[in-house]
Every structure is written in C-alpha cells, then in structure tokens.
C-alpha cells in the first residue's frame, strides 16, 4: 500500500450517527467511519447491503479546520393526514388511533464544520475512489441526505503521505490558527500510546457493526499553510492544486 486520497468535507450541516433513542438522532463530532465508507460506497454506486470488503481495509485520518457547533431540529411528521396517510409502524400498520399519526424526533446536527481527510490504502481502490469521486453514482451528502457539500469533495490521489499533505493543505477556516490544530486517525501512533476513545460505527458484513479506536492529538501547521473561507478557500484550493510537488 502506498500513496493516499484527500477529501474535504464541510457544508451548512452535518449529521455523523450515534445512538438513537425516544425520539432523539445525535450526532457525532467528526465523520466517523461508517459514514466515510458508505459515502465511498455511495459515489460508487454501491446498495446499502453491499460488504465492502475492500472499503473495509481503508484508513482515515481527519483534520478538523472547523469544529463547527451543535444545532437541533424538532421534527415532525405524519401530523394531520387522514389513517391510510400516516407513517407506518415496524410491522407495516398504519397509526390509526388519535394521537398516533404525529412522530416527534429530535435531530442534532453540526452546524458550519469543516473536515480535511487522508485516506490511505491499496493503490488500485484509491484511484478507483478518486474517479467515482468526481462523478458519483449518487450524490454525495454529510451524513443525512439533507447535509449537502458546500465545497467540492475535492478529492486527488497523492503519491506520498496524505497524512503530512494534511499539513500543508489549505485549512477551510477565516484566518490561521494561534494554536495546534486537532486531528482524529483510526491508525495507531508509532509509540504505542493507548486510544482516546473508541467507538462501535466499523462496518462490517450484514449491516453489523464493530469497535474501532480512535487517536487524538494536536499540531502545529507550518506558517505557509493557507487559511481562508468562501470564494478565497476555493482559489486557494486551486492554487494549491497547480502548484503541489
């Protein structure tokens, strides 16, 4: 394996999962690796019982230009309509009685967030990725279908490290930061410090889930990285395009 991808995910809204319980739809504070691997499988077309296999044997490494902030939406549905109208139950019933037609859900989102990614693993997967990339099968969306891009998903192959091109790719935010910058990888560092956190969202066969530990740790960008948002982020990012080794 050798050589990487680098996508760039930000938008209005994003939505990365959780668990889900009376009523309530959380999110997570980064894309977590479920949501990555099916955004993947999306662009290729795949369907939601596909296995994944070779999906399964990426890696991603997350830097976080905007940790954005946490928004709700009370949600309803199904309110008013006549009984053949409302929203099924599990077992395909419609609600008939009064007070049943009407669902409350509360979701959560991320509002104005912004996530550069390197993703490592086998050329061939890569490049086949980078393609779909840039003509998806279905279009891409952040988590829900309602969280679309608002930058292009940008995504190129590169022949060295994505992980230290994270480093000098331009960060989505209005000015460069005082301080370290976060990033998140499901890669074990090099001097075998126990994860951060670890979270039950790797996909596996059957729509079954697994445990995968995350990384967290904190850099400093070299002074020439670029920072900008709006029509400056996407000149820098085309700068930066022209003129990479």
Same mark, same amino acid.
């Given at each position: 394996?050798?050589?990487?991808?680098?996508?760039?995910?930000?938008?209005?809204?994003?939505?990365?999962?959780?668990?889900?319980?009376?009523?309530?739809?959380?999110?997570?504070?980064?894309?977590?690796?479920?949501?990555?691997?099916?955004?993947?499988?999306?662009?290729?077309?795949?369907?939601?019982?596909?296995?994944?296999?070779?999906?399964?044997?990426?890696?991603?490494?997350?830097?976080?230009?905007?940790?954005?902030?946490?928004?709700?939406?009370?949600?309803? $549905?199904?309110?008013?309509? =006549?009984?053949?109208?409302? &929203? !099924? /139950? %599990? *077992?395909? +019933?419609?609600?008939?009685? #009064? @007070?049943?037609?009407?669902?409350?859900?509360?979701?959560?989102?991320?509002?104005?967030?912004?996530?550069?990614?390197?993703?490592?693993?086998?050329?061939?997967?890569?490049?086949?990725?980078?393609?779909?990339?840039?003509?998806?099968?279905?279009?891409?969306?952040?988590?829900?279908?309602?969280?679309?891009?608002?930058?292009?998903?940008?995504?190129?192959?590169?022949?060295?490290?994505?992980?230290?091109?994270?480093?000098?790719?331009?960060?989505?935010?209005?000015?460069?930061?005082?301080?370290?910058?976060?990033? $998140?990888?499901?890669?074990? =560092?090099?001097?075998?410090? &126990? !994860? /951060? %956190? *670890?979270? +039950?969202?790797?996909?596996? #066969? @059957?729509?079954?889930?697994?445990?995968?530990?995350?990384?967290?740790?904190?850099?400093?960008?070299?002074?020439?990285?670029?920072?900008?948002?709006?029509?400056?982020?996407?000149?820098?990012?085309?700068?930066?395009?022209?003129?990479?080794?």
């Amino acid at each position: 394996m050798n050589g990487g991808l680098i996508l760039h995910l930000s938008g209005p809204l994003q939505a990365w999962g959780g668990p889900q319980g009376h009523g309530s739809y959380p999110t997570g504070t980064h894309p977590t690796r479920s949501a990555l691997i099916g955004l993947l499988a999306a662009t290729l077309g795949r369907p939601p019982d596909s296995d994944n296999h070779d999906l399964a044997r990426l890696h991603f490494t997350i830097r976080v230009d905007r940790p954005g902030h946490r928004e709700s939406d009370f949600h309803t $549905i199904g309110g008013g309509y =006549p009984p053949q109208h409302t &929203p !099924p /139950d %599990a *077992t395909g +019933r419609h609600r008939t009685k #009064p @007070g049943e037609g009407t669902l409350v859900t509360t979701r959560w989102y991320i509002a104005d967030a912004a996530f550069t990614i390197a993703v490592t693993g086998p050329t061939r997967t890569l490049h086949t990725l980078a393609d779909a990339l840039d003509h998806p099968h279905y279009p891409p969306y952040l988590g829900r279908r309602s969280c679309v891009p608002d930058t292009p998903l940008t995504a190129w192959t590169t022949p060295g490290n994505p992980v230290t091109e994270l480093h000098h790719f331009p960060l989505h935010r209005p000015h460069r930061p005082t301080g370290p910058v976060e990033f $998140i990888s499901d890669t074990p =560092p090099r001097n075998g410090r &126990p !994860p /951060d %956190a *670890t979270l +039950r969202n790797n996909p596996g #066969p @059957g729509r079954t889930f697994d445990d995968y530990d995350l990384w967290h740790h904190h850099e400093h960008l070299p002074p020439d990285t670029p920072a900008a948002t709006g029509t400056a982020y996407l000149k820098a990012l085309t700068h930066y395009q022209e003129n990479r080794p």
